[in-house]
């Protein structure tokens, strides 16, 4: 397909790097508590007497919140600019993670967690349109898997440091590494995000966005459903094949540590050869993994089968990522970065729905045919932009 990029930046200047890092940094905050919070409070609702069914309904409502999200960004964005807007959304977050210290009714941590989604939404949308708008472009694969990296990698530290926080204390610890990010967020510039210089551009619908770019809003899905199972389901489906509740769990690190370790050099590869070319091997890597998985059950073979599935899921996203920055910019960069993110709430909540609808009947296959099916939906999107030659955005978002 050709160039479908409204702008290029050719010279990565030394503000830019600095509001990079300064994202980073910050995201890197977040994800450490959200990995702190999340355990936390599936934790705190079973000792409340809540099955395991309830706790997974209260805690879909933080998916919620994050589809909610998309209505927000630019609104605020527009009126009151990027920094201050990832400011107050970031504190309204940690002061609701610091009063979920304070609850003991399920309706009141699900109603938490509902503004909690909403207020991180709003940052993670507004973080990675920024970051896509300062990263130069002939280096866009490489800097944005670093970024994601690093929010995995300090998202996986969360569980851990929950084994050195005395309870009375964890919730409002979460809230501290929110609030954290405070300093880091008014070091940024008050740079423009999300905004135009061109004043013919037009409105088009949120549809408009998904039709234009399949490939995108797939790879969100994907690696939201897969995420989502992955954390959830995987160690479960272990269980059900036979094996230790031990390395039913080291099973989901394996999974995330491929994600965490290949990212950058997927990124690298596709600033090398092309983004689409990439998209496509860890299409074809994602689903072929996924359908032998099965049957690697018991053998050596499982370990690296999870591993390659964790690098290709992750790679994808990061790809899908690389590939807005490409297509968008401005206002419809923000756009589209917010809609992402409702996509990847709302899998979020029907993949765990549908994939534990396929665990109950007791088949082997339902987790990789679930992710295989994902896979392949991916490979038909790329086929389809490919084959149809999808007029890029640029030309109907202008007047």
């Known amino acids: 397909m050709p160039s479908m990029a409204i702008h290029e930046r050719p010279v990565w200047v030394s503000?830019?790097?600095l509001d990079f890092w300064c994202l980073t940094g910050a995201i890197a905050?977040?994800?450490l508590a959200l990995g702190t919070l999340l355990p936390l409070t599936a934790l705190q609702l079973e000792k409340q007497g809540l099955n395991t069914a309830r706790i997974g309904i209260v805690i879909a409502v933080h998916a919620l919140g994050l589809v909610l999200?998309?209505?927000l960004c630019e609104r605020f964005t527009n009126k009151?600019?990027?920094?201050?807007t990832v400011q107050w959304f970031g504190l309204a977050a940690a002061g609701t993670g610091a009063l979920m210290q304070y609850l003991s009714n399920p309706l009141f941590f699900a109603a938490a967690l509902f503004f909690l989604g909403i207020f991180l939404g709003v940052v993670l949308n507004m973080v990675e349109t920024w970051v896509n708008e300062v990263v130069p472009a002939d280096q866009r694969g490489r800097w944005l898997a670093i970024h994601c990296t690093l929010f995995t990698l300090f998202q996986l530290f969360g569980p851990m440091l929950l084994q050195y926080v005395p309870s009375q204390y964890a919730f409002t610890t979460s809230a501290g590494l929110m609030f954290l990010a405070w300093p880091i967020y008014k070091a940024?510039?008050?740079r423009h995000v999300g905004h135009d210089d061109d004043s013919a551009t037009k409105s088009v619908s949120w549809l408009t966005y998904l039709v234009s770019s399949p490939v995108i809003a797939i790879s969100t899905a994907l690696f939201a459903l897969f995420d989502t199972i992955v954390l959830s389901l995987l160690p479960v489906y272990g269980l059900a094949q036979g094996m230790s509740t031990d390395m039913a769990l080291t099973s989901a690190s394996v999974v995330l540590a491929g994600d965490t370790l290949l990212e950058i050099a997927i990124g690298m590869l596709a600033d090398r050869f092309g983004r689409a070319r990439m998209h496509t091997v860890c299409g074809l890597v994602l689903m072929g993994s996924s359908l032998l998985l099965p049957l690697s059950v018991g053998t050596l073979f499982?370990?690296?089968l999870l591993f390659l599935m964790g690098g290709a899921a992750g790679g994808i996203y990061v790809l899908s990522m690389m590939a807005c920055g490409q297509r968008?910019?401005?206002k419809h960069l923000l756009r589209m970065t917010a809609l992402l993110g409702s996509v990847w709430g709302l899998a979020s909540i029907v993949g765990p729905l549908i994939t534990g609808a396929l665990m109950a009947q007791g088949s082997r296959w339902s987790i990789p045919v679930v992710i295989a099916a994902m896979a392949l939906s991916l490979l038909a999107s790329l086929i389809y932009e490919r084959r149809f030659n999808i007029t890029p955005f640029r030309e109907f978002a202008r007047a």
């Open 69 to 71: 999200a998309v209505l």
């Open 29 to 31: 905050m977040v994800g």
């Open 188 to 190: 940024l510039s008050t």
């Open 80 to 84: 009151f600019g990027a920094r201050q």
């Open 302 to 304: 499982w370990w690296p």
């Open 328 to 330: 968008f910019a401005g």
């Open 15 to 17: 503000r830019d790097r």
